[in-house]
């Protein structure tokens, strides 16, 4: 009886780690810890992808900011985003001027995001100022 008791003490919390993946539960607790400013970790990339919604829209702009601390925005690279649910949690949907993205949310809380693309997996850190 104890061992099992020591068994399900043991396995206990890296199941409770493994349900930590699934961050959100409605779509607005996505929007609220994905609205914001986010950097590519461990990558020499200077891109910022700044994500807002407002009116029910989702947007996403990515720039570079300048050395004197000023935003450089690129406006082709512009895009809408559209939170789509599915049976394992969310997806995010950017629509650009010349085709879509659609990666996977395996990770998301208000300091580290992780999308999923053909089994790539790409981890963001949120940035403050």
Do not use: R
Not at 48 to 65: A, T
Not at 107 to 129: A, Q, R
């Amino acid at each position: 009886m104890k061992q099992i008791l020591i068994l399900i003490l043991t396995f206990l919390p890296v199941t409770l780690l493994g349900q930590q993946l699934k961050c959100c539960k409605s779509e607005q607790e996505v929007k609220s810890y994905l609205s914001g400013k986010w950097k590519i970790n461990k990558s020499d990339s200077k891109t910022v992808y700044h994500y807002w919604f407002e009116n029910g829209k989702g947007n996403l702009e990515d720039f570079e900011p300048a050395e004197n601390g000023e935003e450089i925005i690129i406006e082709d690279n512009h895009s809408f985003v559209e939170i789509i649910k599915h049976e394992n949690g969310f997806k995010l949907k950017h629509t650009y001027l010349y085709g879509n993205w659609i990666p996977e949310l395996k990770y998301l809380n208000s300091k580290k995001l992780i999308l999923t693309t053909d089994g790539k997996e790409t981890e963001y850190n949120k940035i403050y100022e």
